[in-house]
Each structure stands twice: as structure tokens, then as C-alpha cells.
């Protein structure tokens, strides 16, 4: 386990990933710290679409320091930061697809059960995946509680027909947000890997290579 700086969790664990590409690399954040203070890493990684799973729960508030607006709090939530109500709020669902991301869902905190197979299918798949987890802060945010999502979410498997792999589908799918919310996985696609395309690993792991002795003197003697 790595703990990163507070909206960093992603730089790292792409970092681990390139360095042993036979690690499974799972990112933890909220929703404060991926799309507010980590906006352009999830937006990169998501284009280059990095091997790892990105697990963001999503209260739609800063719990951790104490009930601002967040990037996804609803318009007109009132906080100590936006008295007068918040504005528009950033979209990971659409963003992530936009960004080029090969797997793209959302979860809810009070269905375990569907939620953990969420995150088995983004594990076992290879690419960037979002798992954005509607999840509610009991403490700050009292309209986006856990009855609130239970009136409104719904899955997407029980619609029949409804395809993961068309990305103007999901993107219909991505913008549907308020009396109904779907849950389940939004868009998958198979699309090449970052980590797949890097010549300094078509030998293996780097951590696995062997550095020759003069080549490891002539890069410190460059550094130095």
C-alpha cells in the first residue's frame, strides 16, 4: 500500500504499474480529491488508459474536511463555501468516457453485493477503469442520503438491449441524473493498453531487469 498526497493517488499508482505490470493496482480517492484537486491526472490517465482500477467514492461533499461543496455536489447545495448555492457540477461518468477511459461504472454503497461484482469486472479488466460509488456522507450531506439514492437508482442490466460498448449510448446513459440514476457499467471497450505499448517493457517488469553495471554509472554520473 502507497498513501499519496490528498488528490494523488493516481500519479503513483500508475508509477507502480509501469514498473511491475503484474501488479493488480487499485486507486482509492473521493470525490473532493479525483475531481477537484486531481482533475488532471484522472483526465490523463483515463486518455492513456493506464492499466489500474480507480475506486472514487462519491458523497458529493468534502467530508474529510468538515461539508464544502465538492465538484460534484448538486446545484444549489448549500455549504459554508457556496452560501448561496453550488454551481454546475463536473460529470465523472461523461468525462471518463470522453477522456478516452475503457471502463466506465457506477456503483451504489447501499447495494454491496452489485457494487463488489462492479469491482471484480474492473479489476479483471485490462485498461483504465472508473468505478464512481454513489456513496452517502451521513454527517454533511443530508439530501444525497441513502434513501434519496434508493428511490432513484436503477440497473442497467435490467434494460434490455442497452449496450456498454456504444459510446453514444453511454453517454446518453452518463447524462441521466436525477429522478432516475443508472448504476452498473456505463461503457467497456477493449482498447490498447498504455503499459502494452512501452518498449522498456518488452523484456518484462523493470523490476525483473537486470541494469547493466555501466549503464547504471553513466545515468548517475548524468544525475550528479
Not at 465538484?71 to 465523472?92: L, Q, R, W
Not at 464512481?132 to 444525497?144: R, S, V, Y
Not at 456498454?164 to 471497450?189: F, N, Q, T, V
Request: proline content about 6%; hydrophobic content about 40%; overall charge neutral.
Amino acid at each position: 500500500m502507497f498513501n499519496s498526497l490528498h488528490g494523488r493517488p493516481v500519479p503513483p499508482a500508475i508509477g507502480a504499474k509501469i514498473a511491475n505490470p503484474a501488479l493488480v493496482v487499485i486507486a482509492v480517492s473521493g470525490d473532493g480529491d479525483a475531481y477537484g484537486e486531481g482533475g488532471n491526472h484522472f483526465i490523463h490517465a483515463a486518455r492513456r488508459n493506464h492499466d489500474i482500477t480507480y475506486l472514487v467514492h462519491n458523497n458529493q461533499v468534502y467530508g474529510l474536511t468538515k461539508g464544502q461543496a465538492s465538484p460534484t455536489s448538486d446545484v444549489g447545495f448549500i455549504t459554508k463555501t457556496t452560501p448561496y448555492g453550488a454551481t454546475n457540477p463536473v460529470n465523472p461518468i461523461s468525462l471518463a468516457i470522453v477522456s478516452g477511459a475503457s471502463f466506465v461504472a457506477r456503483g451504489f454503497a447501499g447495494d454491496v453485493e452489485h457494487l463488489s461484482d462492479l469491482i471484480k469486472k474492473g479489476i479483471t479488466h485490462r485498461g483504465f477503469a472508473l468505478i464512481d460509488i454513489l456513496q452517502p456522507c451521513i454527517i454533511f450531506n443530508h439530501k444525497n442520503t441513502f434513501q434519496w439514492y434508493r428511490e432513484r437508482v436503477y440497473k442497467l442490466e435490467s434494460e434490455n438491449g442497452y449496450d456498454s460498448s456504444d459510446k453514444k449510448a453511454a453517454l446518453e446513459k452518463a447524462l441521466e441524473w436525477g429522478e432516475k440514476i443508472p448504476i452498473g457499467i456505463i461503457y467497456r471497450k477493449e482498447l490498447p493498453v498504455y503499459e502494452d505499448q512501452l518498449p522498456a517493457l518488452h523484456k518484462g517488469p523493470l523490476v525483473t531487469q537486470e541494469i547493466a553495471p555501466k549503464r547504471a554509472e553513466s545515468l548517475l554520473a548524468e544525475f550528479m
